[in-house]
């Protein structure tokens, strides 16, 4: 067993239940667990095997990212000034090229520009599968980067011919992706407290996929403990069009009908829900992933995340495919969270089916501290943990370090937990996660990353020549 004392924590904000900010602080981790947090008067006096000085820095919890397709990062800056259905249509036959070396690429990157930026656990929605590729890929790349990861099977099974958008050379038979998902979850899924891997079952979307298999996938997940479900809903009117021509539902009906709404269930996006769909998420605990940056750059709306929130939605934060976001960074999604709440429309609308209503026009719609929180416990919550998200004696020992003494923080002494959204983004210049060191002065402690960007680019010269 080893023991890390970290001390002199210029503010150690904690997340916890009480919200506590403590200056001068301390944190005692025993192997990859908490076992005490206070001032360095309290601990500083404890034995360690290593102690660490953090006496200019702020210290909070990791951050979570809940909707990812990292995949995309061989995509960035392509179809820049269309809206979805455009972008998704040009960039499918791109996406039919992956293999396993260009996920595996991708993934090392998506999950290095997330450790840069504070993130200690995500999920990463799968749902382009082509060429024998297997979400066993991205699950390697995370164990061997070391980040907490809740690996999404994604599919898509309903292509052109069926009447759905992909094009059929990006689908899958349905009785492959069911038998598969078994197969990853009896394989990769660890559902003790700590655990470094769950699986996800994650059926794409309305628009690529069978009722048939959304009650499959959720009769499968709900047969293992701790094996979620998550989609996209509600994130273009064309998807609403869609589910009411198809279906006669609106995209909640739809999901409601399909047994997928729960405490076990979030969905991406999620803006066009009516209020009354919003009490509906309330009183089933779904879930949902705000992901600002791709809403804005697709220009579809903004989601009503502070009614959602009033109402007790478990709302977290989500960087969105680096196709559609172009990054990937938790103090950009956070900062964007909270910038865009304030401009959105100063009352709840939209009751009407296909509204763009939102809530906020004022800059009270959304403090600082309420996006940090979003991007840690909220996140914590729609991954069902209750292991990660805050610093506490018995949790994870996920924690990040930024380094106050920088041009982007001078002159933040009064706040320096709010500055981390109000002026960022930044890197971080410690990151553990599980109790391991990830960045230690600013630099990855085992991860090349020169290698992995030769390998990236490599992949993309050879995937662009399709």
Same mark, same amino acid.
């Given at each position: ?191 003790? @407290?700590?655990? +470094?891997?769950?699986?996800?079952? #994650? &059926?794409?979307?309305?628009? /690529?996929?069978? !009722? =048939? ?121 956070? @900062?964007?969270? +909270?910038?865009?709440?304030?401009? #959105? &429309?100063?009352?709840?609308? /939209?009751?009407? !089916? =296909? ?112």
């Amino acid at each position: 067993m080893s023991t890390l004392l970290v001390k002199n924590i210029a503010l150690l904000a904690t997340f916890d239940d009480g919200r506590r900010e403590i200056p001068d602080g301390a944190l005692l981790v025993r192997d990859n667990v908490i076992e005490a947090v206070g001032t360095t008067h309290e601990l500083g006096g404890r034995r360690a095997d290593r102690a660490l000085d953090l006496s200019c820095h702020i210290v909070m919890p990791g951050m979570v990212n809940t909707h990812h397709h990292m995949y995309q990062n061989l995509t960035r800056v392509m179809v820049q000034d269309d809206e979805l259905l455009v972008w998704l249509k040009t960039l499918y036959p791109v996406w039919a090229e992956l293999d396993d070396e260009a996920i595996a690429a991708s993934a090392r990157i998506a999950m290095a520009e997330l450790i840069q930026s504070g993130c200690t656990t995500s999920s990463d929605h799968l749902y382009v599968l082509p060429n024998d590729c297997t979400l066993d890929t991205t699950i390697e790349v995370a164990r061997e980067i070391g980040l907490r990861f809740h690996a999404a099977r994604g599919a898509m099974s309903r292509g052109e011919s069926q009447g759905g958008l992909p094009p059929d050379r990006c689908v899958e038979k349905e009785e492959d992706i069911l038998k598969d998902a078994e197969r990853l979850i009896h394989r990769y899924h660890d559902n003790s @407290r700590h655990s +470094m891997s769950r699986i996800v079952l #994650a &059926p794409c979307s309305p628009f /690529s996929v069978t !009722p =048939g298999l959304m009650q499959e996938a959720a009769a499968i997940a709900r047969a293992h403990p701790g094996v979620h479900l998550h989609s996209h809903l509600a994130e273009e009117l064309f998807e609403e069009t869609y589910c009411q021509e198809i279906y006669g539902k609106r995209p909640v009906e739809f999901a409601e009908s399909v047994g997928w709404l729960g405490p076990d269930v979030w969905f991406a996006h999620a803006i066009f829900l009516s209020s009354a769909e919003i009490d509906r998420f309330a009183e089933t605990g779904t879930g949902v992933a705000h992901c600002p940056s791709a809403n804005m750059r697709c220009g579809q709306g903004i989601a009503k995340i502070r009614e959602m929130l009033d109402k007790g939605v478990n709302v977290g934060l989500g960087v969105d495919g680096s196709a559609s976001n172009d990054t990937s960074n938790m103090f950009m999604e956070a @900062r964007l969270a +909270m910038m865009l709440q304030r401009v #959105a &429309p100063h009352k709840y609308l /939209s009751e009407a !089916p =296909g509204g763009r209503g939102g809530f906020g026009g004022t800059p009270k719609a959304l403090s600082a501290r309420e996006a940090l929180e979003l991007a840690t416990r909220g996140g914590a919550r729609l991954l069902g943990r209750d292991d990660i998200g805050y610093l506490a004696p018995g949790m994870s020992a996920d924690f990040i370090a930024v380094n106050l003494n920088q041009l982007g923080l001078s002159g933040t002494e009064r706040d320096p937990l709010a500055a981390l959204v109000l002026c960022g983004p930044f890197r971080v210049e410690y990151s553990f996660i599980n109790g391991k060191e990830n960045i230690a002065k600013g630099a990855f402690t085992g991860f090349d990353v020169e290698a992995a960007l030769a390998r990236h680019r490599k992949t993309m010269d050879r995937l662009h020549r399709y």
